[in-house]
């Protein structure tokens, strides 16, 4: 069974930086689409950023360009999600995903009914 388990989370000022991991235990496919996802309350669940197991293909929603990273470690079974200058609009329950299959194949990597495997969410915070 498929694990996908987030930390990092916690409550920042803006401007703050956090940085939240996503290990994946037991996927037994070689190659994998990882995202991330957030949602705040009364709000539809966004995807935020997008990464290829396989090298070379990242996505960023365009309202944390240029602030958030999203990177692999070299096992390629932990996804971060480095994000700096954190405004209060950030704050959100931020989840970690996974597909197979990348969203070149189908579906736009934004898309949440496209991903299998999902975390149990990590809460972020940021106050003013």
């Known amino acids: 069974q498929v694990q996908l388990v987030e930390s990092g989370g916690g409550s920042v000022q803006a401007g703050g930086s956090l940085r939240l991991s996503c290990a994946a235990s037991?996927?037994?496919?070689?190659?994998?689409?990882m995202g991330w996802f957030r949602q705040a309350p009364g709000k539809k669940r966004e995807g935020v950023a997008g990464?290829?197991?396989?090298?070379?293909?990242?996505y960023y929603a365009d309202s944390v360009k240029g602030r958030f990273t999203i990177s692999l470690d070299n096992a390629k079974t932990t996804v971060y999600l480095q994000m700096n200058s954190l405004k209060p609009e950030d704050t959100a329950m931020y989840y970690c995903?996974?597909?197979?299959?990348?969203?070149?194949?189908?579906?736009?990597?934004?898309?949440?009914?496209?991903?299998?495997?999902w975390g149990q969410g990590t809460q972020v915070t940021v106050s003013s």
């Open positions: 037991a996927y037994t496919y070689s190659s994998k689409f």
């Open positions: 995903a996974a597909r197979r299959n990348p969203p070149w194949s189908g579906g736009n990597w934004y898309d949440d009914t496209r991903y299998t495997y």
């Open positions: 990464i290829w197991s396989g090298g070379g293909s990242i």
